[in-house]
């Protein structure tokens, strides 16, 4: 188990459903960020949180939306997802706010089929 | 455009063996290089490498950073079946963005 815990650890969902993954740590982390995983290949990041502020977008799709309520939380917000949304999505957490150089710490991650 | 290469891409090897894992980057303001070992789930943190250390051990694994050659490796000695997974490479340069590798997939069979 890690310190960043994600909720659900498994989603299987409608294209026509709205639906929201969490992500929670109590390391006193200032950046938080999401990532989403194919089979087979590296996470490529989507969003990045620094001090609850949105600090980077990847140019996601809308129907990806990312919330930050406070400093230990993050959510992601699915509506409307496609079939090519199912992945492994991660979330990870850093000390340093995204400005320094500390490492980057991952969540177990939420498997989500889209049906 | 960033860009972080691993290989082998994948490695089958007997427990006890020793195997050296390779990543080679091209980054422009490079900060650290990252070392994760990712079984089912979540990415696990094994080293970061900056300018300012740049070989890192702990128990069987020890990596090093080539700063001239602008690359890494990772070595796992005595290997065990345990130390089966993908081990991801990740470039980090000013900001926060993490580039990843591929990945190189280790399998140790017993």
């Known amino acids: 188990d890690t310190e960043v815990t994600q909720t659900p650890k498994h989603l299987v969902m409608g294209m026509t459903n709205k639906k929201s993954l969490k992500c929670e740590q109590h390391?006193?982390?200032?950046?938080m960020y999401w990532y989403k995983q194919k089979a087979k290949k590296p996470p490529e990041l989507m969003f990045v949180?620094?001090?609850?502020?949105?600090?980077i977008n990847e140019s996601v799709p809308s129907r990806f939306s990312p919330e930050c309520p406070n400093s230990s939380l993050l959510n992601l917000h699915l509506h409307a997802l496609q079939p090519e949304d199912s992945a492994l999505y991660l979330c990870a957490s850093s000390q340093d706010g995204g400005v320094g150089n500390q490492p980057q710490h991952f969540g177990d991650g939420t498997r989500l089929s889209i049906l | 455009e960033d860009k972080v290469v691993q290989s082998p891409l994948s490695l089958v090897v007997h427990e006890g063996d020793t195997v050296t894992l390779n990543c080679s980057y091209e980054v422009t303001n490079f900060r650290s290089l990252l070392w994760y070992k990712q079984e089912k789930k979540a990415p696990t943190f094994l080293f970061m490498l900056?300018?300012?250390?740049i070989e890192k051990k702990s128990g069987r694994l020890s990596s090093i950073l080539d700063k001239k050659e602008l690359s890494s490796i990772l070595n796992i000695t005595a290997t065990q079946t345990g130390d089966s997974a993908i081990y991801l490479c990740?470039?980090?340069?000013?900001?926060?963005?993490?580039?990843f590798g591929e990945g190189t997939q280790l399998t140790v069979n017993p």
């Open positions: 390391m006193g982390h200032r950046a």
């Open positions: 900056t300018s300012s250390g």
């Open positions: 949180y620094s001090y609850e502020k949105l600090s």
């Open positions: 990740a470039v980090r340069r000013s900001g926060s963005r993490l580039t």
